[in-house]
Structures are given as C-alpha cells and as structure tokens.
C-alpha cells in the first residue's frame, strides 16, 4: 500500500507573490518536524503538501506531528494508487475496510485536479460508491450527513483515497512573519501569547527573568519545560534566560514602592530590546492582558513601553482569563504553567501597585538608578538554552 499524508495549506493560498516563499518556509519546516520519524519525500503541488515515505516510517507519529504545524488548514493520511476507476476501487476497499466495515452510511466525494482523467468526478463518485455498496451492503448510502466520506482525488501523479480529514493547525508558516523576541514568564498568559505569535508566522526568541536566589532553580526549569512544550508548535528556540537580581534590588533600595512594577517591568523591555536588535527581532511579544493586575491598565501598558524604539505586541490583550486557560489547555501548557514556583514579579510586588502611574515621576524615579550599567551586566551574563522538537 502507497501510504502517504495529504496536507491542504491554509491561508496562505490566499497570497499572491509570496505565495512560492511561504511554501518553502512550510516545507522545511514540515522537513524538520518529522526527521525523528524517518524519510520523507515532501513536495508541493495545487497547494497540497505530499508527504511520502521512503522506506520504513512511523507514519503514525508523522501523522500526528504534521497537526501542529502552522501553515497547515487539513490533513488526512491516505493511500496512492494509479489513476484508473478499478484500482481506485480496490484501494478504497483495501485502505478504508475498518472504516468500511464500522461506519452505518457513506458517501464518496471526488476530485479531479488532472481534467485528463476520463469520468467526470459525478460519475467516478457514483461508479466508486456503487461498487462499495455491493461489497459492503451493510452501507447505506447517506448524501447530506454519512457516517463516513470515502475521498477520491485526481492528482498529476496519482490517485488518492482517504477517508474524512482531520483539521490542521491553521496559521502561517513559522518564520514568514520574521522574528521576534517573548517575554515568557512561568504563569499562563506568556506561553499563549507565544503560541499565538507562532501561530501568525513568527519565529519566537523566549527571554526569561530569573531572579536567583529569590525565585528557585524550580521557577527556572518550569520555564523550560514551557519552552520545551512550545517547540512543537514554534520550532527549535533558544532560550535566554536574564539575571535580573541586581535590577530588582536596586530599584526596591532607590524607588517608590507603588512604582516598583512598572519600573522593573521598563527594565525588561529594555533588556528585551537589545536581545531583539541583536538578533534581527522586529518587535517584542509579552501575555499582557488589559486590566488583568495593576501593571496591565493601558495607562501602566504606555508607561511600560515608553522606554522602547520596537512594538511590543500583546496577542492576549482583549481575552477573557477563561479564553486563555483554554488555549493554554489545549497546547498543553497548563499544567506547568500552574506549578506553584514563585516568579519574579510576585516575589518584589508592592503593597499597594499603582494603577496610573505618571511617565514624569517613572522618569524621576529612575534616576537614581545607573540604568545602563544595570542592563550591561545582565546582558553579559546571560545563559543560553537550546531545545529542539
Ligand atoms: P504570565 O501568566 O505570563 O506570567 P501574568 O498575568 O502573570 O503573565 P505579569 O507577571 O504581570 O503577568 O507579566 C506580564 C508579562 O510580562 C508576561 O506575560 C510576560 O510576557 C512578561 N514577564 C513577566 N515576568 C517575566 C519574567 N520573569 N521573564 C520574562 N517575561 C516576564
Ligand atoms: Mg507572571
């Protein structure tokens, strides 16, 4: 049997010149991600991307792997075989029997991408289900909901049968969007709003904050493991991870208690945007959520990036906490993100935050701090770790 896995784009169809670019982009990527499952033929033809294994694969991890990847709309693992209405059929009949055998109705759903193939796809849908009909009797043939869709498609190639496709993870292809560096803290928000940016095509740089002794070793591996869980979805990244205890200790001995948040947060950006423009980052990616906690008011967010040249995108800005436990859910960061290791905003957080804080005073107080002195140290000890799928 030609095993093979079928992948539809999504919506980069839609582009125009970039459209070749994009396809490259999702190829290598789709290239990458399956390397530990064995060989594989990949190529692109009628914004389908065949998967072909050469040799001995495991086509159903493969499988499995191909719906995380962005770029992707369906998927559907399905058998080749030569285009002509009888071998059709018993590739149908051979691929599909469990399918065959279990469901209770069916149809078949043709198409023909090659007009060269002699029947209409009306009539190779009407030969093809007639013919199952009289093998499997049992089936009774349902138009507007079956239980199970026999798929047919007149390729260049080759035929292909499948059976219903699953959905694919949507997006754009990692690395389309350019790159861009993520704030990524060990709670909910940050790891969503990663997957979110990766989702639209952009290859993230995570930046962790670690406060040592102050937050633990523990805090630092939970951000890891974030990291790594997220590498399904965004690819290999390397992780930074920033001291930051000086910086913290300095601003709690010079500065207001009430602007202790936002200042330490200006520091992270700041630090953020060197990391970016050394290494071709466009813009910065934080979990900021408008009126989550005190430094998340528009008026805190304006004084947090006023230190900046860059944009800082907030992916999660307008969504429910609900919303986001979902997603968080769903890619499986949840359970990590909840472990109870203390992080460095709630270890120096204030009695009382203020919510407005003024641009004029933040400037005042910082002052007294030699802000880039500060930010050289940490950005010379940074520590560097690497993770791959
Ligand atoms: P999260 O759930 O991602 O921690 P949060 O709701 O707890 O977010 P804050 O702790 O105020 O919010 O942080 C807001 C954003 O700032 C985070 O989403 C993250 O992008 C960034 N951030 C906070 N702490 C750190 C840190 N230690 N290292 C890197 N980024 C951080
Ligand atoms: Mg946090």
Redesign the pocket.
């Known amino acids: 049997m030609n095993d093979i896995i079928l992948l539809k784009q999504g919506e980069m169809v839609l582009k125009g010149q970039n459209r070749r670019e994009f396809e490259i982009k999702l190829m290598s990527n789709i290239r990458r991600r399956l390397k530990p499952f064995g060989e594989f033929k990949i190529y692109c033809m009628q914004s389908t991307v065949y998967v072909e294994p050469q040799g001995l694969c495991d086509m159903e991890s493969a499988y499995e792997a191909t719906k995380t990847i962005f770029g992707i709309m369906s998927v559907a693992r399905a058998a080749a075989c030569p285009k002509e209405k009888d071998a059709i059929l018993e590739t149908a009949i051979s691929y599909l029997e469990p399918l065959l055998m279990s469901a209770n109705s069916f149809k078949v759903e043709s198409k023909r991408a090659d007009k060269r193939f002699p029947m209409s796809s009306i009539e190779l849908s009407q030969y093809v289900g007639g013919l199952l009909h009289d093998r499997f009797p049992h089936l009774k043939p349902e138009m507007h909901t079956p239980e199970l869709i026999v798929n047919v498609e007149i390729r260049d190639l080759a035929a292909y049968v499948h059976g219903s496709a699953e959905s694919g993870a949507g997006g754009l292809p990692v690395g389309v969007g350019g790159r861009m560096i ?10 969503v ?1 990663t997957y979110l940016m990766a989702k639209r095509g952009v290859k993230l740089l995570p ?4 406060s040592h002794p102050y937050t633990s070793e523990m805090a630092k591996e939970k951000v890891l493991t974030l990291t790594k869980i997220l590498t399904k979805h965004c690819g290999r990244m390397t992780v930074e991870i920033v001291p ?1 205890t000086e910086i913290q200790e300095s601003i709690r001995t010079n500065c207001p208690e009430g602007l202790l948040t936002v200042i330490m ?1 200006r520091f ?1 950006m700041r630090i953020s945007e060197r990391i970016a423009l050394h290494n071709g980052c466009i813009a910065l990616v ?4 408008l009126g ?2 005190a ?2 008011t528009a008026e805190a967010l304006a004084v947090t990036e006023q230190c900046l040249t860059i944009p800082t995108l907030r992916p999660l800005i307008a969504l429910d906490k609900k919303e986001i436990i979902d997603i968080a859910r769903n890619i499986k960061t949840f359970d990590t ?1 909840i472990l109870p290791y203390e ?3 709630t270890v120096f957080t204030p009695r009382r935050p203020r919510t407005k804080p003024k641009i004029a005073e933040v400037l005042a107080a910082e002052e007294s701090l030699d802000i880039e002195a500060l930010v050289a140290r940490a950005l010379s000890n940074i520590e560097r770790i690497t993770f791959d799928i």
């Open positions: 993520t704030l990524l803290s060990g709670g909910i928000d940050s790891p709003a930046v962790h904050f670690f930051f947060r992270m934080t979990g900021e959520n989550q906690v430094s998340q993100s992080d460095c905003c």
